[in-house]
């Protein structure tokens, strides 16, 4: 999307791109499968070799580096419409990317060759190593300590809600050297799951995104090699949150798509529902409230494509608006979700109907990634930024 774009639309290649994904998603996963994945809180590992089958992980990484290319905005679409059925199998090639962008940001040749063409060849998943017990908007507070011994590091800490965790056999790890040091202390690391005194806690029982597994990890005097360090020393704070800028659009891709996924189902329901002798969508009061759904979805969907696109763009602007994007969408998909529920009244309070589920998926995108009232945080300081110079 350009700024000089009347339609304010998607290229044509994009829309192409939506369908595809779309024709996979509802074939192959559907809402049945996808309440299975909810119920049984398993990873699905069908659904990832469905994804590596046709090259949906490998969306997303330079093709320099054995991916498919495409970049924020093509993978904010890639998520929106996965999410429309399930947010928790949005999260596979979501997590791994997520992961994978301190590498894109600035790791080594070989750090990048080695993993892009893996995750993409479905050989690898990754997940982001950065919130701790006593450390979650605070990042600069991590405990998670590093040491630099002959030929390489070695790591102590937990990491807790790691999305992903146990399932991935790679980690961008974050840790200080010193406390004292805060953000100047911190380096980011390659860590695999197989290097001795890597653990991981119980499978935490959430109350959405139910597939995608949530563990805390430990690393008990974990050794790693001194080219597992990913940039340079002393800058993993910087990777960490220039990460957040790259990724919060993808997660607000996420919550548009579950709000997109509740609308379109509660809408079909309306229009089949009767009461009083005709269809409930016949009622001004409910189509008041579809029209208000369909406003704030469109509204959020201009934010995640341009925020996207800022990213893709490199625009020095990208902080300010995937915080928007994502504060938005996320705070989009919680209303929208819950009165897709209303629409369906005692229906829709039911586990047999997929709006109950979209209720419960849509509540982390208000949390994960930097709650919203972090984002909140990050908007006025921007805004304020900009008045003093």
């Known amino acids: ?24 998603v509802e074939e192959k996963i559907g809402f049945s499968r996808a309440a299975e994945i909810d119920e049984a809180d398993e990873f699905p590992s069908d659904v ?25 905005l093509t993978f904010a679409v890639l998520v929106e419409e996965i999410s429309r059925l399930s947010a928790g199998c949005a999260l596979i090639p979501l997590v791994s990317r997520l992961g994978a962008i301190p590498l894109m940001l600035a790791g080594s040749r ?58 991935a056999d790679l980690y961008t790890v974050f840790a200080t050297r010193d406390p004292a040091l805060k953000a100047k202390g911190i380096s980011a690391f390659l860590v695999r799951r197989d290097d001795p005194g890597v653990g991981f806690g119980k499978l935490e029982h959430k109350m959405g995104i139910r597939g995608s597994p949530t563990r805390e990890v430990y690393f008990d005097r974990t050794e790693i090699p001194a080219d597992r360090l990913i ?58 409230l579809l029209a208000d759904m369909a406003m704030e979805i469109e509204a959020a969907r201009l934010l995640v494509y341009k925020a996207a696109g800022l990213v893709d763009a ?8 995937a915080s928007v994007a994502k504060c938005y969408a996320g705070d989009v998909a919680m209303k929208v979700t819950t009165d897709a529920v209303q ?47």
């Open 48 to 72: 990832h070799k469905l994804f590596v089958d046709n090259e949906l992980m490998a969306v997303g990484y330079p093709e320099e580096f054995g991916g498919a290319g495409g970049g924020s």
């Open 314 to 321: 490199k625009d020095p602007r990208m902080t300010y608006f």
């Open 343 to 389: 629409v369906l009244g005692g229906y829709g309070y039911m586990r047999e109907y997929p709006v109950e589920r979209m209720m419960r998926d849509a509540k982390i995108t208000q949390i994960y990634e930097g709650t919203n009232q972090i984002q909140r945080v990050v908007i006025a300081r921007e805004i304020l930024k900009g008045i003093s110079g």
């Open 231 to 288: 940039g340079e020393e002393g800058e993993g704070f910087g990777y960490a949150m220039r990460t957040l800028d790259y990724s919060r659009p993808t997660i607000a891709g996420q919550a548009l798509g579950i709000a997109q996924g509740a609308f379109d189902f509660a809408v079909r329901y309306a229009a089949e529902r009767k009461q009083f002798g005709k269809p409930i969508s016949a009622f001004e009061g409910l189509q008041f």
């Open 110 to 167: 070989e750090q990048k060759g080695e993993v892009f063409a893996s995750i993409a060849r479905g050989e690898h998943q990754m997940s982001y190593c950065l919130t701790e017990p006593d450390s979650g908007s605070d990042s600069v507070a991590m405990r998670t300590r590093y040491e630099k011994e002959e030929g390489g590091f070695r790591l102590s800490g937990t990491k807790r809600f790691i999305t992903g965790a146990g399932v």
């Open 1 to 24: 999307m350009t700024a000089n774009d009347s339609r304010f639309g998607l290229p044509e290649e994009l829309e192409e791109f939506r369908r595809l994904v779309r024709e996979i």
